[in-house]
């Protein structure tokens, strides 16, 4: 299989100090969402999975959330006007705030480092492309021109000069890394099948993502994946013994957050990308299913 191919390294765990508009957590939170009252609301725990709290409560849903690098705000979408927008709250919860206004589905808010700009993915120009716009929703532009592919999921580089992100461009879903102004576009990574989500390691070395691999016999079955930024090294995180889905990692980079369905439904998983213990943050009945784990800063 494909897979087998694939060369095994070491990543290297260097712990990179962030830059001084973070303000790191004492205790990192995780942001997700999850329909264990109804309908999809967005969420906070402790990194050990304690202290789970509802952040939103309303008929619609809400989902994928992001946290601002300050650690005072989170982005997220939800369709409670209708249709797909990006919205902002305190990470309380409180005050929350329209940004795009838009008929078409605006998707996956990614703030950047320094937390003045927000990018996300929006179909208002007839197919999919990466946006950016400003931290109060003006200044809303493409930064990618497909007029026949679909670009997802962009994520930021901790240096803020390039925004990895997933794209059919080339046939199927692969990952692909551009600056910022959408120039000098590249992939990292190609697999024949569907490749999504990149998640940016706090040192800038590496991208976690989503893969999926091909099972004999089986049906194709989804594995986290980390390759370097230029491409050279790739390590499987996740066994195929079930789907795993959306990686994120954790500030100091030792561990990677992301959703799997061992107990058979959805539930927030840590690990360390090199092995090791695996934590299931989620996994009492009453919490059910879980997705789309953001770590804060
Ligand atoms: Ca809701
Ligand atoms: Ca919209
Ligand atoms: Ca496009
Ligand atoms: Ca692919």
């Not at 989902?63 to 989170?74: G, H, K, Q, Y």
């Not at 959703?259 to 695996?278: E, F, Q, R």
């Amino acid at each position: 299989m494909k897979w087998l191919r694939i060369v095994v390294f070491i990543l290297a765990l260097v712990i990179i100090s962030h830059p001084p508009v973070r303000s790191l957590q004492e205790t990192p939170k995780i942001a997700f969402f999850s329909a264990r009252d109804g309908n999809l609301e967005i969420y906070t725990m402790n990194a050990d999975g304690s202290n789970q709290a509802r952040l939103t409560n309303t008929p619609s849903q809400e989902i994928n959330p992001d946290w601002s690098p300050d650690n005072r705000t989170i982005a997220f979408m939800s369709d409670r006007d209708g249709n797909w927008e990006i919205y902002v709250m305190n990470a309380d919860g409180s005050s929350p705030g329209r940004l795009t206004y838009e008929g078409a589905e605006d998707w996956s808010p990614a703030f950047s480092p320094d937390g003045t700009q927000i990018a996300f993915e929006s179909q208002r120009d007839g197919n999919s492309e990466i946006y950016l716009m400003n931290r109060d929703g003006s200044n809303q532009h493409a930064i990618t021109d497909t007029p026949t592919t679909d670009e997802w999921s962009p994520a930021w580089s901790p240096d803020g000069t390039q925004i990895a992100f997933a794209s059919n461009r080339d046939g199927d879903w692969d990952i692909y890394i551009m600056d910022t102004d959408g120039q000098n576009p590249r992939r990292v990574y190609d697999n024949d099948l569907d490749d999504y989500i990149p998640a940016w390691s706090p040192d800038g070395q590496y991208l976690a993502f989503q893969s999926t691999l091909e099972q004999p016999f089986e049906e194709e079955i989804r594995v986290i994946m980390v390759v370097s930024v230029d491409g050279s090294e790739v390590r499987q995180i996740t066994d195929e013994s079930t789907d795993s889905y959306g990686p994120n990692w954790s500030p100091d980079g030792t561990r990677l957050a992301f959703v799997s369905y061992h107990l058979g439904k959805a539930d927030i998983y840590t690990m360390n990308p090199l092995g090791g213990k695996v934590v299931n943050l989620t996994r009492l009945e009453e919490y059910g299913d879980n997705y789309a784990p953001d770590w804060s800063y």
